[in-house]
């Protein structure tokens, strides 16, 4: 009997150690472990209108750039201008060797004075041989000459006609293969067809070209513009003529303002982003590198009112887009329609979701339908 009732107190003594830390594990559990109610910030619904905007990556690229070299293989015999260089239009840029050009141009002018000099021969002999064929007319019509030799000065004089003409070809032929050279010769001057900027000396005297090989590249620095990448996605209202933001690396974060000059009918099928062009409306006065990056915001119009929650709210749910909408205390996932979105995170919500809900925006750890959850001001870590 002393025994059972020995062991019956250390029965009672170790529950009234083991019953205390239970109690208190369930409280730790139920305040702060895995049962305990999860943070989370809330706001509610507004409905107003927001002015959404698009932002972009691009870089800088010239609208007309010229790719000035010869029209036929050759030997670069001098350049004249360097790259950074500011030009004027029909400026000598560089030259390529004739080699023998020149010479055949000389052989072409002296066999043209020949052909001239044959040609007037030729028009000597036909008034000639008119002169003779009348006079001999006349003499057959007085009956002192006879039908043969009147003969003989007709076919004389269809054949000065005919050697008039051959003279003639004759001229015209070797005057457009003097014309050719002369044009090939003109085609080795390198020239700027417009003034521009010299972005770029490819080759060096003495180096041998293709047809077509680039020497000197000139861009029109009045034509450099954007080339932005936004993303398909948001680039819903993205049109020509809308206003631009532009922010160059080279002007240390300050901002231009440029205009959407057109927007591509092609766009990235890799990426999934449209291509626009935005133009300055004042060319800097310090030109940006070509390629350099910039950062583009486009503002697109106004939109009416509709519901606004950040973007912050919008969680997935079994493969829908919605918001965590509480209700007297309990979490309900309301699925929703995106509308559009502006720079500071405020999208629209075209259905699903009303004016004046209280929606949940930050939460300590992921959300289910049964979580239990205390309401605060804001999350440590979260911006306000």
């Known amino acids: 009997m002393k025994n059972f ?35 989370v910030a809330i706001i509610k619904v507004e409905s107003r209108a927001i002015a959404p905007a698009l932002f972009g990556i691009g870089t800088v690229e010239a609208r007309y750039t010229y790719k000035i070299g010869p029209t036929f293989a050759g030997r670069v015999k001098r350049v004249e201008v360097q790259v950074g260089d500011q030009i004027k239009a029909g400026q000598l840029l560089g030259e390529m060797d004739p080699v023998d050009l020149d010479e055949r141009i000389k052989a072409q002018e002296a066999a043209l004075k ?5 040609l007037r021969e030729a028009e000597t002999r036909l008034v000639y041989a008119q002169t003779q064929a009348r006079r001999y007319e006349q003499l057959l019509q007085a009956r002192t000459v006879s039908e043969e030799i009147v003969e003989a000065k007709r076919q004389e004089l269809q054949v000065a006609d005919a050697s008039l003409s051959a003279a003639r070809e004759e001229l015209s032929r070797v005057r457009a293969e003097r014309d050719g050279l002369a044009q090939q010769r003109a085609n080795l001057r390198l ?37 932005v990448r936004f993303d398909q996605a948001r680039a819903s209202g993205l049109r020509a003529g809308l206003s631009a933001r532009i922010v160059l690396r ?20 890799v990426t999934e982003e449209t291509l626009a062009k935005v133009a300055f409306d004042t060319r800097p006065q310090t030109l940006p590198p070509v ?3 910039a950062e583009v915001t486009v503002a697109l119009p106004a939109l009416p009112a509709l519901p606004v929650v950040p973007n912050a709210s919008v969680q997935r749910q079994d493969g829908q887009l919605g918001v965590w909408v ?31 809900e209280r929606v949940v925006t930050h939460s300590q750890r992921a959300l289910n339908a049964r979580s239990r959850i205390k309401v605060v001001d ?6 306000p």
């Not at 830390?21 to 999860?38: D, E, F, I, K, M």
């Open 5 to 39: 009732f020995l062991l019956h107190r250390r029965k009672l003594a170790l529950a009234g150690v083991l019953i205390p830390l239970l109690a208190l594990l369930v409280y730790v559990a139920l305040r702060s472990g895995p049962l305990a109610p999860v943070p």
């Open 114 to 118: 020949r052909a001239a000099a044959q």
């Open 191 to 227: 020239t700027a067809p417009v003034a521009g900027l010299v972005t770029a000396r490819n080759t060096e005297p003495s180096t041998t070209v293709i047809a077509g090989q680039t020497v000197v590249e000139v861009i029109d620095p009045a034509s450099l513009w954007i080339n």
């Open 250 to 269: 080279s002007l240390g974060g300050q901002a231009a303002t440029g205009q959407v000059v057109r927007v591509e009918p092609l766009a990235d099928a």
């Open 291 to 293: 390629g350099e990056l």
């Open 326 to 356: 509480v209700e007297d205390g309990a979490l309900r996932f309301a699925p929703v329609t995106l509308g559009m979105a502006d720079l500071d995170g405020q999208v629209q919500i075209r259905a699903g979701l009303k004016a004046g």
């Open 378 to 383: 804001r999350l440590p870590g979260v911006a």
